[in-house]
């Protein structure tokens, strides 16, 4: 096999073909792109998953003085032994692993953390302000359903929230985006093994000639077919590379961004590098499969 | 070297077969003409002996190959031991009269070294010594075929196709291409020519096999063209 008889075949009918290579570099450029963000999505929920489920916590809020909730209306606000009988009963609740109470002067000085920077709200709000409240973490985030139905309606309780609903909604809209990343990549990547069936099939009539007299003379199918295979390799190579920078534009400035706002887990070079492995071997895999598949066609051996 | 028995091809959508029940045996080193009206089956007997069709009964034998039980992997071994001219030279225009012929060991993988020392000496034998280097463009349709009988002839083959290999080519010229063909035929290998010249067939002297409607009429050692065309 004589390498460089096979590369100036390719770079021939690369050349011959630019338009089309040019399209099918574009095509899986984006369409594996897409995928390479599907996957990043992907990981990303799952890391951020993992750090929250930790983290998250069911807030029962208790009424303080004058509260607007209306079932702490007309009550002065908690007792002590309406406090005390709460805690016992969340204390008593199977999925509870520990519960913590937060006094309004601790609630007060997270708020203060919170909003070191907004002197108007700091001003504005004082220790009394804040509700006191019992810090309840699950065994598995899951159950909070049972918890939340049991307490909302107990003695004393102005509200019942679990971070966890709210996170949710976000990693709703974070799934979402990736199977429209993936559904989009799945179109592209079927338009982009046409392009390379139609790249193909018009190198083979370009070069019908070569082909029927290597076929004539005894060349092997491997070395009659390669030339064309090598056309879809390269330009889905490209098309890889392209991909590749296009993925790590976006975890530099797409990913990492987000990251800042939402959780301590931002997207490792390693994640980044594996996934740009995966879309360069799925890329090349299917140039490689409709090159195949178009000669068989349009090359008989 | 060649060896038909019983051999019948159909072509799909077609109630005529193209060859009909054919037998034929060809020794290794023979020169054999195929002769007969148009669509009488000389091509078709041609592609059968490459495999480039295959036959509906009958079994092939070609230089001791079954091509019945030969795997599609194997054809391309078998085509190197069989060598093709056709009617139109099929070169490659692009190329020199060199490197059309270096290609046909090229794309068999060949050392550099040996195309290099074998192609001019299969110039050279079609009287084509000094013209290395013209395009197919500059030479006559005489010398555009010896070009292809080089091609086919530079890799030894043992056998030698030639599908009317004058159609395109003045009286004179063709004299010239046949004594190509005759001087091929003399290292052994073994000729089958299809043709419809018959100064050609009557001037050689050589076997003659006649085709009519895909079934041999005629198989004669030393023949002519024959009267009836």
Known sequence: MRANFIFSEVWIGLRRNLTMTIAVIVTVAIGMALLGVGLMINSQISGMKD???DKVEVSVYLCKKNDPFPQCK?????????????????????????????????????????????????SAIQVGDMPESFRIKLKDPETYGAVIDGLKGAAGVSNVVNQKTILEKFFGLLESLRWAALVVAIILVFAAALLIGNTVRLSAYNRRRETGIMRLVGASNLYIQLPFVMEGVIA???????????????KVFLFDKVQEYLANTPLTWETVAT?????????????VLASFVTLRRYLRV | MIHFDNVTKVYANQNRPALDHVSVDVDKGEFVFLVGPSGSGKSTFLRLVLKEERPNSGAIHVAGKDLARLSNFKIPHLRRRIGCVFQDFRLLPNKNVYE???????????????I??????????????????????????????????????VNRPMILLADEPTGNIDPATSIGIMKVLDRINRTGTTVVMATHDAAIVDSMRKRVVELEDGKIVRDQSRGVYGQAY
């Open chain 1, 51 to 53: 750090f929250w489920s």
């Open chain 1, 74 to 122: 007309g009550s002065g606000g908690v007792n002590a032994q309406e406090q005390a009988a709460l805690r016992t009963q969340i204390e008593s609740l199977p999925q509870v692993e520990r519960v913590e109470f937060e006094d309004a002067a601790k609630a007060y000085a997270n708020f203060r953390a919170q909003n070191a920077g907004n002197t108007v709200m700091l």
């Open chain 1, 236 to 250: 889905g190579l490209l098309g890889g590379v392209v991909a590749a920078l296009l993925l790590i534009i976006s």
């Open chain 1, 275 to 287: 996934v740009i492995t995966l879309t360069m071997i799925i890329g090349v895999v299917i140039c």
């Open chain 2, 100 to 114: 059309n012929v270096a290609f046909a060991l090229e794309v068999i993988g060949k050392p550099r070294r040996f």
């Open chain 2, 116 to 153: 290099r020392k074998v192609v001019p000496e299969v110039v050279e034998l079609v009287g084509l010594e000094g013209k290395a280097h013209r395009m197919p463009d500059e030479l006559s349709g005489g010398e555009q075929q010896r070009v292809a009988m080089a091609r086919a002839f």
